[in-house]
């Protein structure tokens, strides 16, 4: 124990935010220093990755839908968890290497989040993977205490934090107090199926084929849960799936609203079904503290509102809501030494 905190003096300690979409790494005392899609290009039918191993990330995600047929650029997680279990080795191998470098021979102990309603085979990939990519010693955080500290929410003290993290794979949505999850639920809608949303509209209404980086942007761009008070409108092209040939046609925010409604309303029954099942002393809190939001979803123009008419709460978006669960892991590094006994490692008993 004493050997494990004097190597931890030498050695480039990391929080790892291991997303659907993005993977983050925090270092300690150096905040987010890297930021990147969780996305690896490998050979076709192999689980090599190209370029020595380091086609991964913005350099994979430029190949995503665009690749010849001899290569796949691969979404190693899904819905929060590995589906992917050498793929996603490399890719954080890559990402550990980048960070780490030949800044200390000791290998770094890591701190990753993980989707608090994950099976014990499930944390058990994670571990092994952080593992063989060249970590020293694996704790795990649940994705909600990380987002809820990385967003300064009491979460230790003894009162009721709430918070709906909406990420890429998975919404997780938890009521916290003395640090700890009282009641949490994890629904696999999120951003990925927003985007899935879209692309089925238009080829519903459209005849027309979009890319799901295509898809993405046009939800940042004009994707909005509640009526704005200027609607917008965007040009969008694909392929026509009558002609087969390349067209280009303009969309609003009204109709991308419509066909982002049934994502949206699972992610809102599941905030409600949380709150149903709240102890009334904690409920009785949050009519003070609401609800806080982080996660890329929570840049969704007016999906706050959506809430808050949903469950008469105050609702809050975080600051850098994308980055909530990076910081919180950074947090859960500094305070390694007192924390780690509330974390789970390849130790204990999963």
Not at 237 to 248: A, H, M, Q, V
Request: with cysteine; charged share 25%.
């Amino acid at each position: 124990m004493f050997m494990d905190t004097v190597l931890g003096w030498f050695s480039l300690d990391m929080g790892i935010d291991l997303g659907t979409c993005n993977t983050l790494v925090c270092v300690r005392g150096d905040g987010i220093v890297l930021n990147e899609p969780s996305v690896v290009a490998v050979k076709k039918g192999t689980n090599k990755v190209l370029q020595n191993g380091n086609a991964v990330g913005f350099v994979a995600k430029e190949m995503l839908g665009k690749t010849p047929g001899s290569i796949s650029a691969i979404r190693p997680l899904k819905d929060g968890v590995i589906s992917d279990f050498e793929i996603t080795e490399a890719m954080l191998s890559y990402f550990l290497r980048k960070v780490h470098g030949r800044r200390g021979l000791i290998r770094p102990r890591v701190v990753i989040s993980v989707p608090s309603g994950i099976t014990a085979v499930e944390k058990r990939a994670v571990l092994d993977s952080a593992e063989r990519a060249g970590a020293r010693k694996v704790y795990l955080v649940q994705e909600p205490m990380a987002a809820g500290i990385g967003a300064g929410l009491p979460i230790t003290e003894p009162t009721a934090s709430m918070i709906v993290d909406i990420g890429g794979g998975t919404t997780e949505v938890a009521i916290m107090s003395l640090a700890d999850v009282s009641v949490r639920e994890t629904v696999r809608v999120a951003g990925d199926d927003m985007d899935e949303s879209i692309i089925n509209h238009l080829k519903r209404t459209y005849n027309l084929l979009v890319g799901e980086s295509r898809s993405e942007k046009i939800k940042i761009e004009i994707g909005s849960a509640a009526p704005l008070d200027k609607e917008i409108t965007m040009e969008v092209s694909g392929r026509d799936t009558i002609s087969g040939l390349p067209r280009k046609i303009v969309i609003t925010s009204e109709e991308i609203r419509e066909c982002l409604k049934e994502p949206i309303s699972q992610i809102v029954d599941a905030v409600t079904r949380t709150l149903e099942r709240a102890e009334p002393e904690l409920a009785a809190d949050l009519i003070d503290n609401g609800i806080c939001l982080a996660g890329g979803g929570a840049l969704l123009r007016r999906i706050d509102v959506v809430l808050a008419n949903a469950t008469g709460l105050k609702v809050t978006v975080a600051d850098d809501p994308l980055t909530c669960v990076a910081r919180g892991t950074s947090v859960y590094l500094e305070n390694l030494e007192i924390w780690k006994d509330t974390l789970e490692t390849d130790e204990t008993n999963m």
